[in-house]
T-cell receptor, first 114, second 112 residues
């Protein structure tokens, strides 16, 4: 069975640009979460979606937005990129039973902002 | 902010030895999950322990949870060079649905 997939693998952008990251969950999983991992730190929660509805939002500015599609895939958008947005962006999927699920992570998208 | 704090930050051992790392957290949890990460790649799920459980095993892994002390430990027995990675604990906070809060991780190096 395919695991969580993310695209692209790597991305280089310049300050002020916008970026869209994509995630496909494990088949049968209805919840997708996004995390940002800066080098040397643990992942930080950005968003969680379940059945196309936002279920949680972390402490990130409004430049960060996300959505979930009817097929449960998801996109993370970041506008007006800053140097500090350079990080590994991780997507995780779970069944979505409300807090007790195992979350399975994809390989991540490495974003570099110059 | 980081919910969990792993200890030690780094651990260097030889193949065949056991590796133990600890995680402390601050608030009430639904569950605690341990993950492994190799060289900045995706996280691999190792084990989930629920708040009403005290110990779980999976292969060479043993996880304990003490909710009264708000702490957990991960033991890797008979370590191998392939166990070299960063290990993270992540807590599922009660009332926050599926959000996970991660610590900064323990870097483990296993030398042959």
């Amino acid at each position: 069975d395919a695991g969580v997939t993310q695209s692209p693998t790597h991305l280089i952008k310049t300050r002020g640009q916008q970026v869209t990251l994509r995630c496909s969950p494990i088949s049968g999983h209805k919840s997708v979460s996004w995390y940002q991992q800066v080098l040397g730190q643990g992942p930080q929660f950005i968003f969680q979606y379940y059945e196309k509805e936002e279920r949680g939002r972390g402490n990130f500015p409004d430049r960060f937005s996300a959505r979930q599609f009817p097929n449960y895939s998801s996109e993370l958008n970041v506008n007006a990129l800053l140097l500090g947005d350079s990080a590994l962006y991780l997507c995780a999927s779970s069944l979505g039973t409300g807090g007790g699920d195992t979350q399975y992570f994809g390989p991540g998208t490495r974003l570099t902002v110059l | 902010s980081q919910q969990g704090e792993e200890d030690p930050q780094a651990l260097s051992i030889q193949e065949g030895e056991n590796a133990t790392m600890n995680c402390s957290y601050k608030t009430s949890i639904n569950n605690l999950q341990w993950y492994r990460q190799n060289s900045g790649r995706g996280l691999v799920h190792l084990i989930l322990i629920r708040s009403n459980e005290r110990e779980k095993h999976s292969g060479r892994l043993r996880v304990t949870l003490d909710t009264s002390k708000k702490s957990s430990s991960l033991l890797i027995t008979a370590s191998r060079a392939a166990d070299t990675a960063s290990y993270f604990c992540a807590t599922g906070i009660r009332g926050s649905w599926g959000k996970l809060q991660f610590g900064a991780g323990t870097q483990v190096v296993v030398t042959p």
